[in-house]
């Protein structure tokens, strides 16, 4: 599963390809859409219904009636959707496997067998943590810049 950077980074990428950013502001907001799903991890229930296409349909629905803007309402819900692909993409190394990708329609967890991303550890009391991570993350702006990099070279010619 992705660190908060490549769910930034992918955040970024959906959202914009959906509304054009005209300011800092607003990346940061779509940035923080893609990576807000793992705040499940403050209250014990990690990769549950945060972590589905239903979260991004409420997304959808919240945003669309506090900004009255169906355009920001469908970029937030497609910040958020870019988290459960790139959950679903990475690797999980902790039961269940996976994320409850297709909540409320069901309570399966599912989970790619590509694992293009690699796991990121918490276990930050382990030697070799940052190196784990750090590697995780080099790995999530390879495969996640250049495409944040072409939707928003693209979005600017459009
Ligand atoms: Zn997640």
Do not use: Q
Not at 5 to 19: D, S
Not at 57 to 79: C, D, E, F, H, I
Not at 101 to 127: C, G, M, Q, V
């Amino acid at each position: 599963m992705p660190s908060p950077i490549g769910h930034a980074l992918g955040g970024i990428a959906a959202g914009w390809a959906i509304a054009p950013v005209k300011n800092a502001r607003n990346a940061v907001l779509l940035a923080g859409a893609g990576a807000a799903a793992d705040l499940d991890l403050l209250v014990g229930t990690h990769r549950g219904p945060t972590h589905s296409l239903g979260a991004a349909v409420l997304m959808l629905v919240a945003v669309t009636l506090m900004t009255r803007n169906v355009r920001w309402g469908s970029a937030a819900a497609a910040a958020w959707a870019s988290h459960v692909a790139l959950d679903w993409l990475g690797t999980d190394t902790t039961p269940p496997i996976g994320e409850m990708a297709l909540w409320p329609a069901t309570r399966a967890y599912y989970e790619s067998s590509l694992h293009l991303f690699p796991a990121i550890s918490r276990r930050y009391w382990l030697a070799d943590f940052w190196m784990f991570n750090l590697r995780a993350v080099v790995v999530e702006l390879a495969i996640l810049g250049p495409i944040v990099w072409a939707v928003v070279a693209w979005r600017r010619k459009v």
